[in-house]
């Protein structure tokens, strides 16, 4: 399944250096590099496998790893990416200006399934209305054995 952005490059990229200059921070070639990679990705990946791929397709441009973390946590903090952490091992990222959506995790694998699903997001706004609740965001996880992990268990 793939959801779809709900902004494109050039508003995203817009928010981004109002968020620099916000922290005191320069607009440089490397944090584009890193925000149009992060924008063009599919699915969800780690920090080293996003450098990965800009060195693969920016040939010459010199980014360090820790750019890349720095950059991460700038756009999670401005709400452009968004994680899921999976405690020791880390976190994994992903563009945060799609339409929402909710994951289910596997817990062998670490394999990420995106859905949507109307009548949990509509549970969801009753159960808080009737608790005189008012939610602001939220992000569900269902953790457990994808098909394949399964599969291979049994």
Do not use: W
Not at 123 to 136: L, M, T
């Amino acid at each position: 399944m793939s959801v779809k952005a709900k902004i494109g490059f050039e508003e995203v990229l817009s928010r981004f250096v109002r968020v620099l200059k916000s922290n005191g921070l320069k607009y440089t070639n490397q944090r584009e590099v890193i925000l149009r990679a992060i924008v063009e990705s599919e699915g969800h990946f780690i920090p080293e496998e996003l450098k990965a791929v800009i060195m693969r397709n920016y040939e010459g441009l010199n980014i360090g790893t820790a750019t890349v973390y720095r950059t991460l946590a700038l756009l999670e903090e401005a709400g452009i990416v968004t994680s899921v952490s999976f405690g020791a091992s880390g976190k994994k990222y992903e563009f945060g200006l799609k339409e929402h959506h909710d994951h289910m995790i596997c817990d062998s694998c670490g394999a990420m399934i995106e859905f949507v699903d109307k009548e949990i997001e509509k549970r969801q706004k009753e159960i808080a209305a009737a608790k005189g609740f008012k939610i602001v965001s939220h992000a569900m996880q269902i953790r457990g054995l994808c098909k394949a992990c399964q599969k291979a268990k049994s």
